[in-house]
DNA sequence: CTTGACACAGAACAGGCGTTCGGTTATCAT
DNA sequence: ATGATAACCGAACGCCTGTTCTGTGTCAAG
């Protein structure tokens, strides 16, 4: 015989409502919201019910309280306490970038309550074009030195934006079926050809015909270089 | 004769008080604090001197107040509302770093209200080494070409903290009195030189006599490449 | 000395807010 | 059916909190 399951045992929609509200809200106002307020958005006309999910996602270790403090609660690194200043932004790393694997795609649908912690890098919107809503924005990790031509290391996170297609001079990466490999360069559209530049100007250009594949996969906004640990060499 | 000239016709001790515990608060809760707290953290006795401050510093301009609303402030850009989270780090741009010109050199003693906005990047402390608190990081933007051995292009940002030694494998920034010159390589000391690896493997390293002088100015944290806008060309 | 701006204290009020409690409805395994 | 459990409501209590008002002492200009 079963034992007694609870009929949600994890989280429920309301649990997500509550705590997309008070990551909204904390975002926007930085500051957490009233009990009063969250009950008026999740459509919960009681206090004592809004507090009785509260007390819950507290237990399930979503959120931190303050017993009788206005406003005293927390989202946890659970959640994506990071985000909560609203001037950070949490970019997912997909996964790698080398010359000769296919590059990781985006997949939509994924909510912002998967968060792999370590797997994602946190930006600060003021770095990005002030026009750059940041939606869906993901990064790739660099391996191998095959980079090197964009002035790109082993190591380094490029923060991509989603793109077919590219303006003249915008850095993009490319995956070229040709010759099964993927590449970051520069990007020019030329009367019969494509010229894909690097970043490195006493390299030369690569040439592609229009009648050629190229598969542009997205357009490159950022490079973060983290130096944490000495060259070994 | 002089017009009326208020006592401190600026900012005074006590405003900066407020806004560094409001700060402060924030960091550490996640919320702002309320008039009273605040009252008890500043010495002042009186709710009412407390919310007569916070107007003063509505006015202006170093926050923004939501009328009847617990804890209903929020620092502006204005202070370093970038901050707010704590998991945020405003690293100030203390000037460009060229081949051929000297290097800026952190100045001691400047507080944090010294905030020229777009002098300043802000990092995710999740970017950094856990163990780095952060303190007195700061940045460089490269000018020019000359870097390109450290793959690192023209516009880069460097985030450096201040050494005037290195371990073996980190990424400094040196000066080099003989040349004339500021780089950026990796250090190795070796018997009797330091050798200054190019961040670039195809290139060779610069070999430098313990006779002769070098001057060590920082590791290497972090590099930072905005792509804002397309490459001319 | 008077005036007025300024920095502060203290108290009181009203609404905000978290908490608690008694009670109702819905769901589901037995 | 039924009884247990979860999901909810409404109201009341009392502290928390922002607001406002009156008053006091200081200091410099006239």
């Known amino acids: 015989m079963m034992m007694m399951v609870r009929k949600s045992k994890g989280i429920t929609d309301k ?7 008070v990551n909204e809200y904390q975002n926007r106002f930085g500051r957490p919201p009233s009990i009063r307020e969250i009950g008026e958005k999740v459509k919960i006309s009681s206090t004592s019910v809004v507090n009785y999910y509260l007390e819950q996602l507290e237990k399930m270790g979503y959120l931190e ?20 200043a609203g001037n950070m932004l949490r970019v997912p790393i997909l996964g790698p970038i080398a010359a000769g694997e ?4 985006l997949q939509p649908g994924v909510s912002y309550m998967t968060d792999s912690e370590a797997e994602a890098v946190d930006i600060a919107r003021s770095l990005l074009p002030p026009k750059e809503k940041g939606d869906n924005l993901y990064a790739l990790e660099v391996k191998g030195n095959s980079m090197i031509d964009a002035m790109i290391n082993d190591g380094d996170i490029v923060v991509m934006k989603p793109a077919t297609e590219a303006r003249n001079g915008e850095m993009v990466a490319v995956w070229l079926p040709s010759d099964n490999e993927a590449t970051l360069k520069y990007f020019f559209k030329e009367k019969d050809r494509y010229r894909l530049q690097p970043a490195n100007p006493t390299l030369k250009p690569i040439y592609i015909k229009k009648t050629e594949p190229l598969e542009i996969k997205g357009k490159v906004v950022m490079v973060i270089r983290k130096m944490d640990k000495p060259l070994a060499a």
Chains 1, 2 share one sequence.
Do not use: A, C, Y
């Not at 649990?15 to 509200?21: D, G, Q, S, T």
């Open 102 to 105: 296919p590059l990781p795609e």
């Open 15 to 21: 649990h997500i409502k509550v705590l997309e509200f």
């Open 65 to 84: 309280r303050d017993n009788r403090v206005s406003r005293g609660m927390r989202l946890t690194g659970k959640v994506n306490q990071i985000v909560q």
